[in-house]
């Protein structure tokens, strides 16, 4: 059964750093695309970041420089390394996870797995 538990989420002054963690159960994280995405009050579900089955990394361009996307794959875990946080950064973030090769961060739709979130929260 797969299962994505989130976690490192908080809250943190504008131009803070936080790291949110994905435990990924009943997979091998090197056989699946992955990826953050987040949601705000009101807003739609967007892609960050996402890492996919060679390694390969894309990400939004509003995170792009700041954010980074990284897995371990001894120990199933993704992570998202998020530096110079804004208060438009603050979200729920999740980490979502599918087979198909072709997944990618731009259509949530792509991913039948998804985590329970964490939330972040960015003050001016």
């Known amino acids: 059964q797969v299962q994505l538990v989130e976690s490192g989420g908080g809250s943190v002054q504008s131009g803070g750093s936080l790291r949110l963690s994905c435990a990924c159960r009943?997979?091998?994280?090197?056989?699946?695309?992955i990826a953050w995405f987040r949601q705000a009050p009101g807003r739609e579900r967007e892609g960050v970041a996402h890492i996919g089955r060679e390694g390969q990394t894309d990400y939004q361009g509003t995170v792009k420089g700041r954010f980074t996307i990284s897995r371990d794959n001894a120990n199933n875990m993704v992570y998202l390394q998020m530096n110079s946080l804004k208060p438009d950064d603050t979200a729920m973030y999740y980490c979502a996870a599918e087979p198909r090769w072709w997944a990618t961060l731009h259509d949530k739709d792509d991913y039948d797995y998804w985590g329970q979130g964490t939330q972040v929260t960015v003050s001016s």
């Open positions: 009943g997979f091998r994280t090197s056989d699946y695309s």
